[in-house]
Nanobody, 121 residues
Framework: VQLVESGGGLVQAGDSLILSCAASGRTFTPYTMAWFRQGPGKEREFVAVIRSSGGHTYYADSVKDRFTISRDNAKKMVYLEMNSLKPEDTAVYYC???????????????WGQGTQVTVSS
């Protein structure tokens, strides 16, 4: 599976942004999809995950109630809608695919190149 993220940019605190992840290659539907992020000088951290059917999602506490993950299996797309953005959300955001649901980055076999999100105060 090849993954390509898009939609990052520079926004102000309180703004919204939608990230997209386009998948290609092998069958997309069976994979659990997730978003991770890596801020300056920080470890890559889990943000949100969605199972293959799209019926189950889970979020990091830091983004719960602000971010929404979704997927369109027909289009092989995954989205991350980010609302009420904060400066601490500044990071490179990565899309990832795994055979089963996990919040650990080590469970994910496929990664995109990342898209930069910068939130100014």
């Amino acid at each position: 599976v090849q993954l390509v993220e898009s939609g990052g940019g520079l926004v102000q605190a309180g703004d919204s942004l939608i990230l997209s992840c386009a998948a290609s290659g092998r069958t997309f539907t069976p994979y659990t999809m997730a978003w991770f992020r890596q801020g300056p000088g920080k470890e890559r951290e889990f943000v949100a995950v969605i199972r293959s059917s799209g019926g189950h999602t889970y979020y990091a506490d830091s983004v719960k109630d602000r971010f929404t993950i979704s997927r369109d299996n027909a289009k092989k797309m995954v989205y991350l809608e980010m609302n009420s953005l904060k400066p601490e959300d500044t990071a490179v955001y990565y899309c990832a695919a795994a055979p089963s649901s996990s919040t650990s980055r080590y469970a994910y076999d496929y990664w995109g190149q990342g898209t930069q999100v910068t939130v100014s105060s």
